[in-house]
């Protein structure tokens, strides 16, 4: 991601921060006027041949339409989402969950375009969001419900899975934008998905004796020299330059190197 090191050093203070905050605050007075009324519910969603015919207006607010009309499940998507996004913030900064946002946003739009008889919803903005912060946090302990506590990383295999059969048996819509989705996912998480499977296979090269790498072919914790072998969780870090792979210990708590 060094292009988005470049963008974030040249446009950074033009990020936006606290921009969870925003959301869900324009997604609650959005839920007052829906179900202080239906017709505004017609006038939020997204549809491509509507924007086309002077409503532009739902390019907006469909950032700002409510996952769900139920005051319970309306609080419960909203506290939700602030986890997800303080968290994403606070490990990426402003500049980069802004841009994670504004990638999947604009992909949504475009999709908007490309099936304009279908309302579209953010749905699909949160489940990007969503399978970020389960990538970064994969042990994070949510309370479902707000009482029942389940790892972050199993709701994240269902969604993964659910994602899956509507690919499958889905609309051509839907398919498009769970790809889109996907997409936005892997162009941030995708080199080190790539360098966990690469150095899984060496390590189970390594341990039935093939001709791949040793040890050192390992994903090596460079604070602490840990290895697999610990049975620990490693991720690389995008703000060294270059990246450098540190286990879940020392991933948010270690001094960034640089070249320069």
Known sequence: MKLLDYFERRFGNLAIPNLTLYFIGGQVLTFILMI???????????QGSLVVKGEWWRMVTML?????????WAAFTWYLYYLYGTGLER?????RYNVYLVIIYLATL???????????TNVYIYASVF???????PDFTLLMFFFIPVKI???????????????????????ILIVLSIA?????????????????ARYTAHKTGTHLDDIKAY?????CGATEKDHKIFYYCHTCIPDRCYCEDHIRNHDHTSVH
């Open 219 to 223: 994903m090596i914790c460079v604070a």
């Open 153 to 175: 990383k199993w709701l994240a295999a269902l969604t993964w899975i659910g994602l899956a059969v509507n690919l499958i048996l889905g609309s051509l819509s839907d398919r």
């Open 110 to 120: 475009g999709a908007s375009f490309l099936f304009p008889a279908v309302p579209l």
């Open 184 to 200: 936005n996912f892997l162009l941030f998480f995708g080199a080190d998905v790539w360098r966990y499977m690469l150095d899984r």
């Open 131 to 137: 399978l970020a912060f389960a990538y970064l946090y």
């Open 64 to 72: 700002f339409t409510p996952l769900s009309l139920s005051p319970v």
């Open 36 to 46: 202080s009324s239906p017709a505004w519910e017609k006038l939020f969603y997204l």
């Open 91 to 95: 490990e990426w900064g402003p500049f």
